[in-house]
């Protein structure tokens, strides 16, 4: 069955630090979620990427927050600089895309990227 | 706006007992409703989904049906067991959008 594959699994940073994460979608997949999740709540949506392009970036906190997907494959998260509020669970999800079709809307999700800022 | 509303706290039961958790969303048009599944240290998997009014959802014994007149998507499942503790996620996505928005989660814990 097809993953979603993202590294690290654990990062352990000192505050002021830049760290990043990858996520690499099943492979045809054309939208590319990543989601936080702070401890005991439900995950966040950071940015979506239709493609390439950033179709909802409204959630990303732009100063230190930076994605891309450059190639429309594969995604980069990063975090510059790192804080205490940031220790988190990153997940990155991906989906077929599209609006018509449920199979479409179906997002499935990496393991996740566990921040812990120190 | 759309938003998706979970009971309030974690929810301890013993192995086959019954299992509701309640979901009530909030949104404009027919978005599709999801429960996802999160179990210690591992990322969320896709439990059921339902598409449009009166749908049921159904998967691995769990259940929910989509209503549109109380706006809900309550889970049940007739009797669970131990390896059924993990959070539960109740979740919308509007539509004509492909931007999944999550409940706060229940954690349920099973009892031997």
């Known amino acids: 069955e097809a993953e979603v594959a993202q590294s690290p699994r654990y990062k352990i940073t000192e505050k002021s630090q830049a760290v990043a994460f990858w996520c690499d979608p099943i492979s045809g997949h054309a939208t590319l979620y990543w989601y936080r999740q702070i401890l005991g709540q439900g995950p966040e949506l950071l940015v979506q990427f239709q493609d390439e392009s950033v179709v909802d970036d409204s959630q990303l906190p732009k100063d230190r927050f930076s994605a891309e997907r450059l190639k429309g494959v594969d995604s980069t998260l990063k975090i510059q600089p790192a804080e205490l509020g940031d220790s988190a669970m990153y997940l990155c999800a991906s989906s077929e895309g599209g609006t018509v079709t449920l199979k479409a809307n179906v997002l499935t999700f990496g393991a996740g990227s566990r921040l812990t800022v120190l | 706006g759309n938003s998706v509303t979970q009971m309030e706290g974690p929810v301890t039961l013993s192995e086959e007992a019954f299992l509701t958790i309640n979901c009530t969303y909030t949104a404009t048009g027919y978005p599709s409703l999801f429960w996802y599944v999160q179990y210690p240290g591992e990322g969320l998997q896709l439990l059921l989904k339902?598409?449009?009014?009166?749908d049921k959802g159904s998967n691995k014994g769990f259940e929910a049906t989509y209503r549109k007149e109380t706006t809900s998507f309550h889970l049940e499942k007739g009797s669970v067991q131990v390896s059924d503790s993990a959070v539960y996620f109740c979740?919308?996505?509007?539509?004509?959008?492909?931007?999944?928005?999550f409940g706060k989660g229940n954690q349920v814990v099973v009892i031997p």
């Open positions: 979740a919308l996505m509007p539509y004509g959008n492909n931007r999944l928005a």
């Open positions: 339902a598409t449009k009014a009166d």
